[in-house]
Each structure stands twice: as structure tokens, then as C-alpha cells.
């Protein structure tokens, strides 16, 4: 597991996961309360994952250069990000426009039906 992510789980799950992946999800806030166009999120989550594996170089010794280590770790604050993105826009969806549309899960928002 070490050889793949290019760093100990420990290290991987605390700066990673908590870390960066707190970092990933506060940037798909960010995106969708300004309407940003959800493309975007690769770009600033392939930057977090740069940081992400300088850090893990710098501090715990980590392999710098690990192409494995980055596209997992680039992949999974990709995920974290995206998710935020989406929850965030549902929730902007329903709360600017309560009268056309209501939430239909964390994720996702419906038509209101009409009543009779």
C-alpha cells in the first residue's frame, strides 16, 4: 500500500484525506456559491494535489515523484471536491428558487409539483 500511495496510510488519511481533502471541499463551496462552472474543479484539485505531495515530501519524507501517489491522491480530493460542488449548488438550487424547485437528497433537487 505504501509503494502505491507513495507515503504511509497514516500520513495518507491525515493530510490527504483531513487536510486536503477539508481544503478540496471548502474549494466545491467556493465554485458553486459563485456559480463556477463545475470543469474548473480539476484544475484547483490537480493544484491541491501538487501541495498535497509537496507536503507529504517535505514533512514526512514521502516520495516527491510518485505518479501513482498523485493521480490517487489527486483522484480522491477530485471526488471530495466535486461532491461539495453538488451539494452546494442543491442547496443553492432550493433556497433560490423555492417556489420552482424542493430537495430531493443530498445531491440533487426536483420540479415542486403543482398543487391542486
Known amino acids: 500500500m505504501e509503494q502505491l500511495l507513495g507515503v504511509s496510510l497514516p500520513v495518507f488519511l491525515g493530510l ?8 478540496a471541499f471548502m474549494t466545491g463551496q467556493g465554485m458553486a456559491s459563485k456559480w463556477r ?3 474548473t474543479a480539476f ?5 491541491l494535489g501538487l501541495g498535497d505531495r509537496f507536503l507529504i515530501y517535505a514533512l514526512f ?3 516527491l515523484l510518485s505518479l501513482t501517489g498523485y493521480i490517487i491522491h489527486t483522484a480522491i480530493l477530485t471526488v471530495i471536491c466535486l461532491a461539495a460542488y453538488r451539494m ?7 433556497k433560490q428558487y423555492p417556489w ?9 433537487w426536483r420540479e415542486r409539483s403543482s398543487a391542486a
Open 61 to 63: 519524507g514521502g516520495q
Open 43 to 47: 484544475l484547483y484539485t490537480a493544484l
Open 37 to 39: 462552472p463545475m470543469r
Open 88 to 94: 452546494t449548488q442543491a442547496r443553492k438550487m432550493v
Open 16 to 23: 490527504t484525506v483531513v487536510l486536503f481533502g477539508g481544503a
Open 100 to 108: 420552482l424547485y424542493e430537495r430531493s437528497g443530498l445531491f440533487s
